[in-house]
């Protein structure tokens, strides 16, 4: 039996118990070594603790230690007899909100933690409407601390129906509530004794039989050239090769393709694989590809089928999740970064920022302050070659980035190629259609 592999992330707001939740996850599946276990133990005692203090499996900062706080997305792999699991650990504060961007785009499954006694608060909210932008196909809602909610059935059902009606708003297509404490360990990994009015699965439960439906090497082949290897030696004298990873569908020897942006076509003629010739490879795998025509193709350019290329365009609508605290303005110089092509743009309009509170919509802010959700139209100096991001994550998806010093300025996922975005009035769920 092939064992398969869940990314997921999870997110909250500040103090609703993420990093305690990773921590229990990870002792009671058996997942953490024991000399970790002991590091962890001496650092509870120094502190005055009693029992481990879990959350510092995944704290792993000084100043997240000392803070008691995530800051930095904290990645850990492990896995059960039934699945393997890459987990990002995303940071709560409002101003790392970034992070929890950079932890769910390649996320499968999002983990949202609220504290029973504040019930849903704004940042739980903009969790969720990052969930929804960035297509997470999963959404999980933890209502923590129950424990100190009386285990009280009542407080979770109204938080439970509070979420999954906002987060229904904001096009998430299945959310699954499930009551923990992840202090006591109740409903993590092990069955609570004190909340037997709940039926569910238990966190790791649900993790394990989830189905993941996105498979990367179904639809068309994508593959960004990452680099152009010409050996020029006796062996190889006439090698050339153009190597990347596939990032969706299958390549196979024979395949009429198109080098875009320029729209140039010839036929698959052969596939270097781990050092070895292969006739067919898939996604995510990285290639060479050979092509029986000698064309000019360089680091930037996409191989796509023949018959069913993404459009090429220099004006792109996008959702974008602001990350930088400088503002983004209209009219601002910027370069876009798009798999591996990077290549000059302007800031054209700023046409909607999202209020998250009512899910109602600023017309023309001007502008996109740090952490906000809005609308970005986009020129680009050289045509660019990309798919929706609803057609794929990989594809669809870019990046902002300051010419100057080359930081990342904003998230964004492309919604309109070479058209206006969705009428404001179609309402929130047209974000992430």
């Not at 067919?280 to 930037?300: F, I, K, M, N």
């Not at 000059?344 to 899910?359: E, Y």
Request: hydrophobic fraction near 40%; glycine fraction near 8%.
């Amino acid at each position: 039996m092939t064992i398969d592999t869940l990314r997921f992330a999870t997110a909250g707001s500040v103090d609703d118990g993420k990093s305690t939740l990773v921590g229990r996850l990870l002792h009671d599946s058996k997942s953490v070594l024991a000399d970790q276990l002991e590091a962890v133990e001496r650092a509870s005692a120094s502190r005055g603790q009693d029992t481990p203090d879990l959350a510092l499996l995944t704290d792993g900062l000084r100043a997240e230690r000392e803070q008691g706080i995530t800051i930095d997305v904290a990645y850990r792999y492990f896995a059960t007899p039934r699945r393997r699991f890459v987990l990002a650990d995303t940071p709560g504060h409002v101003q790392y909100t970034r992070n929890m961007v950079t932890g769910a785009s390649t996320a499968e499954l999002t983990v949202i933690l609220v504290d029973a006694r504040n019930g849903v608060v704004e940042q739980t909210r903009r969790h969720a409407a990052i969930a929804a932008l960035l297509r997470v196909p999963h959404v999980v809602l933890a209502v923590n601390k129950m424990d100190l909610a009386g285990y009280r059935e009542t407080v979770f059902a109204a938080i439970a129906e509070e979420f999954t009606a906002y987060a229904t708003g904001l096009g998430v297509p299945q959310v699954t509530a499930i009551p923990v404490s992840a202090l006591a360990g109740d409903n993590v990994v092990e069955r609570s004794r004190t909340m037997d009015w709940y039926g569910g699965p238990t966190v790791l439960e649900h993790l394990e039989t989830v189905s993941v439906d996105d498979r990367p090497d179904e639809g068309p082949a994508r593959l960004p050239v990452q680099y152009v290897i010409r050996p020029r030696t006796g062996r190889h004298r006439d090698y050339r090769g153009y190597a990347g990873q596939i990032v969706r569908g299958v390549v196979r020897v024979g395949d009429p393709v198109t080098v875009l942006p320029e729209g140039r076509t010839s036929t698959v003629e052969a596939l270097d694989l781990l050092g070895a010739t292969v006739d067919t490879a898939w996604a995510p795998q990285s290639v060479t590809v050979r092509l029986r025509d000698d064309l000019d193709v360089s680091r930037g350019d996409l191989i796509a089928p023949a018959g069913s290329v993404p459009v090429v365009t220099r004006k792109v609508a996008a959702v974008a999740c602001h990350v930088a605290d400088r503002p983004l303005v209209v009219g601002q110089r910027v370069l876009l970064r798009h798999t591996t092509r990077t290549v000059k743009a302007v800031v054209d309009a700023i046409p909607s920022r999202l209020t998250l509170a009512d899910l109602s919509q600023h017309a023309d802010p001007g502008q996109l302050a740090a952490n906000d959700i809005g609308r970005v139209l986009v020129r680009t100096a050289e045509p660019i070659a990309l798919d929706r991001y609803a057609e794929s994550r990989r594809t669809g998806s870019f990046l902002l980035i300051d010419p100057v010093d080359g930081a990342t300025l904003t998230a964004c996922m492309a919604d309109g190629i070479g058209a206006s975005p969705p009428s404001m009035k179609e309402g929130a769920s047209s974000w992430v259609r």
